[in-house]
């Protein structure tokens, strides 16, 4: 059993947590090990795990140590953006009044799900993602609280915030990264899920930028920590095949290199279609100068994220 009140309905608000998982069946069973740690009183919790086509026994190791966890297998096609879609299809069913849409690298303070769902009852028509930290860092913020900045070209990932320089109360943001966000599903009744055809491995980048612009706000709440391994870096674009190359850039729009993904990204997210537009040939030029978009705030000073979002707290 995933959580001790799992089974006792009456009066609770019912969550389903939903992540795709391939090949990383360690990885996975930690994931479900930590969420199963979890507080979950007054909270209804069902998890739905879409395993996309594993071949090292994920499904397996799943189904004998977690019985609780519905298991959809897919065919390895799906990839992160469609297996959340999957997954959420199936939690609906049981008509839950969240989605906790997330990652399976990552572990969790015990009380992250009920803050999370304490910010969103708190504030109406509001989308909540957590407070993501490296693990091996574990003070150190992880793609929080991203801001757009056209002449950076797009938006600016912070490089030093820590916990010790955000605001100690929710904050509004332009986009949550996908690692670990809670949806009210009247959010996804009237915007739907994720757009799986033009981002089949990068739908957050899309999703809650849309759910904004649809007048849905979104937050980060400091208390609900999650602990994320760090990105693995890219294989660099000069080091590639000719075909390797083309592949990236032009066809697979899964790849985090893909042009045509980066351009619908932008083109979806940005403030308006002129700052994408602006941002995208920012992006050209960086490319022309080897300069990358870390390299160039790697040696900015920043301001503390108390001091940048002051004025994006919504009142109580």
Known sequence: MICKTAMIKNNKIKVGIVFPVHNRRELTLQCLRSLAKIDCEGLDVHIVVVDDGSTDGTSEAIGKDFPDVELIRGDGNLWFTEGTNVGVRAALKREPDYILMMNDDQV????????????????????????????????????????????????????????????????????????????????????????????????????????????????????????CQPNNIPQRVLKMSLKEKFNALFVNLGHVHNIRRRFYSYWDSAPTKLHAVAAFGVFFVRVALRKNAESINAGLQEKPLTEICKDKIPAN
């Open 108 to 227: 969790f303070d015990s009380k992250f799900l009920k803050y999370m769902v304490e910010t969103a009852e708190k504030f109406p028509r509001s989308v909540v993602g957590s407070l993501l930290l490296l693990w091996d860092t574990p003070h150190k913020l992880f793609q929080v609280s991203p801001m757009w900045e056209t002449l950076s070209g797009g938006w600016r990932h912070w490089q030093n915030q820590t916990v010790w320089t955000i605001p100690k109360n929710p904050w509004e943001v332009g986009l949550i990264v996908g690692n670990c966000v809670l949806v009210p599903v009247q959010a996804i009744k009237e915007n739907g899920l994720m757009n799986a055809v033009k981002y089949p491995n990068f739908g957050d980048a899309e999703y809650t930028p849309r759910l904004r612009k649809k007048g849905w706000r979104l937050l980060v709440d400091p208390r609900a920590r999650v602990f």
